[in-house]
């Protein structure tokens, strides 16, 4: 008897249809304060303030300055530049539309109810007559939304089938790209190139339709790969691989980022999407193909970065630095950023880099080597080489 006393709310209603309340009591409830208005204004509100997609470009754009190159472009994922792109903006604008609809009818017949139904001076304080239990009205609001999630799933599954079915193409480009903590590690085995933090791919326009399907694989924990404008986030988990496709139809800076919370270097996981023209991409392959450049100049350099402890975790190919925990550096220089997209790559930075990770990159699993003033300037003479 108590749980039926208690739970459901008709009980109460039908109680109060025969036990009116006394005016003091109802006045105090609240009635005579229009709660209505204080409802349709948090609903507006929050409509405004809660834009998760303002929020997340808001966020990304802050990392643009990092970048030297005008062609920096907000990850706006209602400026798609690829397939799934443009599936995902279409589905968004599908959804919010229907939102933006029943947004609409409740908030209006709210507001028309609230200014419609308002106690006028001199009226009594009665309750008005109470209803308990409409099959019409309740049908109503159980099959609606049921359809309407309905809809919304079907719609949803669609695309997500579409894009997920899609199978490479002869002339697609393979990339594998590995989640580090807190780097990007990215491998074209087709073509022998490995980098890090900046995928190159080519642009896929009308002329030639050039997709480029990326493996996913997780060197430690779960990290998400995102680039708004080409793709939607895709998990990347350890032990298990996941694949994306992108085909970007316009050359471009595309930047991404981790959308997974995986260390206290989360937020500084960034990502360089750069695509490049039809030639252009060939080109960058060929470079990037080339063994490191053996500088005669800088033979000093090299030899004390062969001799510490920096060659067990990084290669520079044609060296005997084959390490493999942290980024290729054997064309560190052709790269935009440092650590992720923490900073850019400037001589500058690279020192301080070099000299303590940690200050540009908190909690960087990149040790400080404790390296005299003089060895590292020759360290960092002979990195700048490495174009
Ligand atoms: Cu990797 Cu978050």
Known sequence: MYIASVSPLGDRMVSDTTRRLGEGQWASTG??????????????????????????????????PLSNEASVQTPNIF??????????????????????????????????????????????????????????????WTVVPVLIVFILFLATARYIFGIEGLQPTPNALQVTVVGHQWWWEIRYPDLGIVTANELHVPVSDQEEVTPTFLTLQSADVIHSF???????????????????????????????????????QHAGMLLRVIVHPKGEFAAWAVAQKALAVDDLTVRGGRGLFESTACISCHTVRGTPA????????????????LGAGVASNTPENLRAWINH??????????????????????????LLTLR
Request: proline share 8%; aromatic share 8%.
């Open 31 to 64: 009635g005579a304060h229009r709660p209505g208005f204080g409802i349709v204004a948090l609903v507006l509100l929050l409509a405004i303030r809660i834009s998760p997609i303002a929020q997340v470009s808001t966020a990304i754009s802050a990392t643009a």
């Open 79 to 140: 400026d798609p530049t690829s397939t799934p792109a443009f599936a995902i903006r279409d589905v968004s604008w599908f959804v919010l539309g229907i939102c933006a609809v029943i947004f609409v009818v409740v908030a209006g017949l709210l507001i028309y109810s609230v200014i419609r139904f308002r106690h006028r001076p001199g009226e009594d304080r009665d309750e008005p007559p109470q209803v308990y239990g409409s099959n019409q009205i309740e049908l109503a």
């Open 226 to 264: 995102w680039v708004p404008q080409l793709a939607g986030k895709m998990d990347v988990i350890p032990n298990k691989t996941n694949r994306v496709w992108i085909d970007p139809r316009t050359p471009g800076l595309y930047v991404g980022q981790c959308a997974e919370f995986c260390g206290v």
């Open 322 to 337: 084959n390490g493999i925990f942290g980024p290729d550096l054997t064309h560190l220089m052709s790269r935009a950023t």
């Open 357 to 382: 990770p940690d200050t540009l990159k908190p909690g960087v699993l990149m040790p400080a080597m404790q390296l005299s003033r003089a060895d590292l300037d020759q360290i960092v003479t002979y």
